[in-house]
């Protein structure tokens, strides 16, 4: 393979083919010690994600130019979840041997697709050998108007949620399952390939108490903003929104779809808390409330308005 | 293990110890899907340095708050060779099974330690599990003034450097060897416990006409900065400056200590290039001077004025 100064060469022009963004906050980009941007008039937004070979992703899960645009997506989307604009990213790649230049180049395009996407440039990187492929995404935003945290939420709001639930870890489980299924393709596109809710994220800002992005899977993600907020959560699982046939594709795998929406990690929709009998800007669905106690605690009610127990802790990626 | 949250949040409770930097940017910093920054007036300088254990460090070779310190240190090492002042980090770690909480807690204080020095505080990051130890950090700096970069050197220019070369590269020997030598301590701990010029490259903004610091070797690096400028660059390998005792530790090793001062990596000193006549504003070493031609091509002379040959092309980590 060639060596780390003509990779980054390569690099520096792959990602410099697409349009430069609209309006360039860029003074230095890649290719010196650091990269400088313009001063910002708003707060800076700053956050690190790693996508690691073998926890986050397998390589048979997909191309490698989709699992970097998936990887990028993924650190993104906690900019989303902050109601912060993306404005540049950095790039640190640990690259096996078995990652020659052609798949380096594949896997650098889906970058360049996604930091195209979401107007998130990439500045500057690291890359490096190792045992084990793992793509590590630092975003930059800016929060011009007021920031979307987890501890704002207040015992009254209604709970909301972006999208559909559960897709991506259905999506997973049918990449894993391996075996064909009727509608599986759209929810492996689900797994694959991720959007950050960046829209969503600033139409928030300002209305929104309370915001996170669901990784880890809605009742762990909203525990979080429950402990953050010093208040609890009631869920009710007959208004969590699915995906058309999300059901029956996930009986078929022999798996509970009302725990797969509570507990499938990676959906990166916004779940997000807002004061009573506000309209929800982005179309989201309400999905529960938020109450005083017990802290910390999420309890989900069933068809019968009974609470339900949920199994699993959260979403622990799939090893 | 426990698992990532209370992780984190012990994470957070250790970084929480030292005091606050003086003049606190941080509006939000780890708890949150992202950090937040108050505006900054200057320019923004970002840059990320992942340090992979049998690439950049094995864990035999120093403790691993040494180790966390010294991939804190060579990250920020970016921002010295910037002029840029640290205002943040963020810290992405991909922690094998067998970095158990003890371990973890030993890494992170050596993380506090070298954030505390530096004053770049720790504002976020992100655990991931995998196969081998990596420690992903990004820094975030400031730069009120002019910045330095590497393509501003020009024919006449002399060429400096802080401090000494080829000390990182002799105490690495030195740990491989594993056998007592005289005065090896000084070396190694070269090798361990590097310190980001942060104040040297503030000193050198608006006078350096460029900048890059030692982390390849000195000739490759310096090879960086002449194909950047558009420049060569002569050296004179009898003005070098190394630590006492250098050549002749590198002797007992069997190493020519020109060749290790000239290609020996990870010292994290300045390179920089001054207009001829201008006093040194770090009291450093010149030990050359930027020619026409050949652009990007760094000669050496020996002894005698005549060229000697540089065998390696530079500093390829151990492995």
């Known amino acids: 393979v060639a060596d780390e100064h003509t990779r980054i060469a390569r690099i520096r022009e792959l990602l410099s083919r697409g349009a430069p963004p609209s309006a360039s906050s860029i003074a230095l ?8 941007l313009e001063p910002m008039t708003g707060r800076i937004v700053l956050s690190v994600d790693a996508s690691v070979e073998h926890v986050h992703f397998e390589r048979a899960f997909a191309n490698l130019d989709v699992l970097a645009d998936r990887a990028f997506s993924a650190a993104l989307s906690d900019l989303a979840a902050m109601g912060a604009t993306p404005r540049a990213a950095l790039s640190a790649l ?9 798949e380096l180049d594949t896997l650098v395009l889906g970058l360049a697709r996604a930091a195209q996407r979401y107007e998130a440039p990439i500045v500057g990187g690291n890359l490096s050998r190792g045992g084990e492929l793992s793509m590590t995404t630092t975003v930059i935003g800016e929060a011009r108007g007021s920031i979307l945290t987890r501890s704002g939420a207040r015992e009254g709001d209604s709970v909301h949620v972006t999208g559909t639930l559960g897709g991506a870890a259905l999506g997973l489980a049918l990449l894993q399952a391996a075996n064909a299924t009727e509608h599986a393709e759209a929810f492996i596109a689900r797994f694959r390939e991720p959007h950050a809710r960046i829209t969503e994220g600033l139409m928030l800002t300002g209305v929104a108490t309370a ?8 009742v762990q993600d909203l525990s979080q903003v429950c ?20 059901a029956r594709v996930a009986a078929s795998l022999g798996r509970d779809p009302v725990e797969l929406a509570l507990c499938g990690g990676e959906d990166y929709e916004l779940l997000y808390t807002l004061p009573a009998g506000t309209r929800d800007p982005t179309g989201g669905t309400a999905i529960g409330r938020i109450v005083a106690a017990p802290v910390g605690t999420v309890s989900v009610r069933g068809v019968d308005g009974q609470p339900i127990a949920v199994r699993a802790r959260g979403h622990q990626h799939f090893r």
């Open 29 to 36: 980009g890649i290719g010196d010690d650091a990269a400088v």
């Open 94 to 102: 640990i690259l096996p041997s078995t990652i020659g230049d052609a």
């Open 211 to 218: 915001c996170i992005d669901v990784s880890d899977g809605l």
């Open 227 to 246: 402990a953050a907020s010093g208040v609890g959560a009631e869920i009710d699982s007959t208004r969590l929104p699915t995906a058309p046939h999300f």
